[in-house]
């Protein structure tokens, strides 16, 4: 069927855009589920911070997904699953399942996410990038993520996927403002 990737910084809209597709299917007889990352430890559901919300299936890894008939799978923080979570999501594919998933495509060194790269190998139908507003010089252009502890852009020795334990703090950066090692 089709896969749909909706890609960019954090505070870009992406969580908005994901919970837009699926709305409406809660009011029809399509079978959906809308799946998130459990090592997503911020949300209990799909949150926007435009105040509207999605209820998801916290979940270790997409294997679920692939159990019974659904029509429509939505994946919130796709980054936060593993590479081969991209086979399951092509076997759901080439069963003509329609898939929509939301997250950041690069991660704190700028570097792409390897289930991002494996499913954009995949001939996504449409991919949406979205922008953010960088918190260093205000440009609605960011497109990265800069990660922060005590005030000092991180650039090394830290996992791609960061807990969100309050350790650190996150701002959408434009290409001129990212800081790279």
């Not at 505070?11 to 809660?26: A, H």
């Not at 007889?29 to 999605?54: C, H, M, T, Y």
């Not at 209820?55 to 980054?79: C, F, M, N, R, Y």
């Amino acid at each position: 069927m089709e896969l749909i990737l909706i890609l960019g910084p954090m505070k870009s809209g992406k969580s908005f855009e994901l919970i837009s597709y699926f709305t409406p299917l809660q009011y029809t007889d399509i079978p959906f589920k809308v799946f998130q990352s459990a090592k997503n430890v911020r949300d209990e559901s799909v949150w926007s911070r435009n105040g509207v919300s999605l209820q998801a299936k916290k979940t270790a890894d997409l294997s679920e997904a692939a159990e019974g008939d659904l029509k429509v799978v939505g994946i919130d923080e796709i980054h936060m699953f593993a590479e081969s979570d991209a086979d399951i999501i092509e076997g759901l594919l080439k069963r003509g399942t329609k898939i929509i998933a939301s997250g950041l495509d690069t991660d704190y060194k700028g570097e792409m996410f390897p289930i991002i790269k494996k499913l954009l190998s995949m001939g996504p139908k449409e991919v949406e990038y979205k922008r953010a507003v960088c918190e260093k010089c205000k440009t609605p252009d960011a497109v990265y993520i800069q990660v922060y502890k005590d005030g000092e852009p991180v650039l090394e020795g830290l996992p791609s996927v960061i807990p969100e334990d309050g350790s650190y703090v996150y701002k959408p950066v434009c290409r001129k403002c990212f800081l790279k090692k």
